[in-house]
Nanobody, 129 residues
């Protein structure tokens, strides 16, 4: 059974940066597409960024397209989300999620939370002055 653990959240000033990490255990993440999502109270998970199992394909929601970068480090079974130029509206709990590459093919990753089957516990990101 795949388990995901997020890390790297915290408090940052507007304009600052954070790097979130998502470590997989139980099964290698090489077999999975990985997504990152933000959730705020009363709202659905949103703001998806994703990376394919091979790392060759990435996709971002418009609001983070020029500020966030998703990457994977195969040797450490880890996927990162580098977040730059953070703004207060980026505040929320960030979750990483995984779906088997066989579900969508090897060269694509879905950007909707509902398409993912495994979820971590989340890490809080607060952007405030």
């Amino acid at each position: 059974q795949l388990q995901l653990v997020e890390s790297g959240g915290g408090l940052v000033h507007p304009g600052g940066s954070l790097r979130l990490g998502c470590v997989g255990s139980g099964i290698t993440l090489d077999h999975f597409h990985i997504g990152w999502f933000r959730q705020t109270p009363g709202k659905e998970r949103q703001g998806g960024s994703c990376i394919s199992s091979s790392g060759d394909y990435t996709d971002y929601t418009d609001s983070v397209q020029t500020r966030f970068t998703i990457s994977r480090e195969f040797g450490k079974n880890t996927v990162y989300l580098q977040m730059d130029s953070l703004q207060p509206e980026d505040t929320g709990v960030y979750y990483c999620a995984a779906v088997r590459r066989s579900t969508y093919g090897n060269t694509y990753c879905p950007r909707r939370g509902q398409d993912y089957h495994y979820w971590g516990q989340g890490t809080q990101v607060t952007v405030s002055s």
